[in-house]
């Protein structure tokens, strides 16, 4: 008789999760709860304890908003000189990341502007009084007293206050300090990259009251401003995910085609990892497999290694395609018009808020709740609006940064000379199975 040791024994698989304790099936639920209370009882829909469910989830996110930017906006710009290291691949990565990141927030705004997702809602949820006293401080405000108002008294005032864009400057010269300290400043980068990861952990803990305050939201919408809410919400879904389709097909279709390939066999080569995004709602989800697809591909190792996970912080142009078409559509349902410079704040807000927050659960609206913060305070209630709606965004916003990045990565390897002609023409054409190891390794 043979026993079996503890070393030994099989380890059984994690037994998969049931479908009612995933979040994004209860968050489902929750909306479609909230908009049968918001239209079947409208009263009890506006009544003041419904409502302080979704303004509850929403000051839950508002708490962790001057932290999380603090820590990703310093950790960003202080690993900067950990890409500088490899020479011309970093520094070239990094400019193609921000040109390319600046066309995603100018699409995003143009379409907002052009589309209106938002007019009419509600008949404008902001009353004529509210803005015209708006219009009036908006016109009164000189831009000296705006550029004052970026520099905080103290910096514990500025975290203390909330004040978003005092919390921004703070970290943007602490993270340019840090870097120029180089290995001297190892340990205090490090330490800010575990607080970071302690922040998002809060995060994670706080998404699991998502369906409660996506229930409260939904129905204090549906119930104030009725069921004609819904299309304008349908409305900001497809606007978002139509213009997210022209910037891949034709902002980075025509940065493909430059370099020589088709953006069409591009999706198709990545399709296995897209569909893992989909599943999952995180980019991240898909990177080792495709780190591995892009090698294989034709881009140096050298290549992919640095481009492709330093993207997933710096070329989120699905992130940025949201914040700025959520932030005008906040603004056009509340009734406010933003003025250019406003509109111009949000494309560099939403430059540096969106750094290091791909991957993460709830991390897109936490950057929204930190651009309508610095562009206007009034604004930040309205993410209720769209709280309902974030999970049905959410993968468009993932597979948009996937697609972003990959081809980032080919672009970069294209550009610094590192890219093999022969690897992208054949797998693309489908000459040679893409899951086939043995094939790709005899083709090295």
């Not at 000189?142 to 550029?147: H, W, Y």
Request: charged residues 15%.
């Amino acid at each position: 008789m043979t026993t079996t040791t503890m070393a030994e024994a099989p380890v059984a698989p994690p037994a998969a999760k049931p479908w009612y304790k995933i979040l994004y099936v209860q968050v489902l639920i929750a909306i479609v709860l909230g908009a049968i209370v918001g239209w079947l009882w409208p009263q009890l829909a506006t009544n003041e304890w419904i409502k302080a469910l979704g303004d509850g989830f929403i000051k839950l996110i508002k708490m962790v908003i001057a932290p999380i930017i603090f820590c990703t906006v310093v950790s960003g710009i202080a690993h900067i000189q950990d890409a500088k290291k490899v020479g011309r691949i970093g520094v070239k990565a990094l400019v193609y990341f921000e040109v390319v990141s600046t066309f995603a927030l100018v699409i995003g705004l143009i379409i907002g502007n052009l589309v209106k997702p938002g007019a009419g809602f509600g008949s404008g949820a902001a009353s004529e009084a509210a803005v015209a006293n708006y219009a009036k401080q908006a016109a009164g405000q000189k831009s000296v007293d705006f550029v004052l108002h970026i520099i905080p008294d103290t910096v514990v005032g500025a975290f203390a206050q909330g004040e978003i864009l005092q919390v921004l400057l703070f970290s943007v010269l602490f993270g340019f300090a840090l870097m120029s300290l180089g290995e001297r400043g190892h340990t205090i980068r490090s330490f800010i990259d575990d607080a970071a990861h302690a922040v998002f952990g809060v995060i994670s803990i706080v998404m699991r009251a998502a369906p409660i305050g996506a229930f409260g939201a939904m129905a204090y919408t549906i119930g104030k401003f009725g069921t004609g809410a819904i299309l304008n919400l349908v409305g900001l879904i497809a606007t978002f995910y139509v213009t997210a389709a022209l910037f891949v097909f034709v902002v980075l279709g025509i940065i493909a085609r430059v370099a020589g390939f088709s953006i069409f066999k591009f999706l198709a080569y990545i399709k296995d990892e897209l569909l893992i995004v989909l599943g999952t709602s995180s980019s991240e989800s898909a990177l080792p497999s495709l780190m591995e697809k892009l090698e294989r591909l034709g881009c140096s190792k050298s290549v992919v290694g640095l481009v492709v996970p330093t993207g997933y912080s710096f070329n989120l142009d699905g992130t940025n395609i949201y914040m700025t078409l959520a932030t005008l559509f906040i603004a056009q349902a509340l009734g406010y018009d933003l003025s250019f410079s406003q509109q111009l704040t949000i494309l560099v807000v939403a430059m540096l808020t969106s750094k290091g927050a791909s991957g993460i659960t709830g991390a897109g609206f936490i950057t929204l709740a930190a651009t309508l913060a610095v562009v206007d305070p009034r604004l930040v209630p309205g993410m209720a609006i769209v709280l309902g709606i974030d999970k049905f965004m959410s993968e468009c916003r993932a597979l948009t940064n996937l697609c972003g990045n990959g081809v980032a990565c080919v672009i970069v390897a294209w550009w610094e000379g590192e890219l093999d002609r022969d690897k992208l023409k054949a797998n693309l054409s489908k000459q040679i199975d893409p899951t086939d190891m043995e094939t790709a390794i005899t083709t090295d």
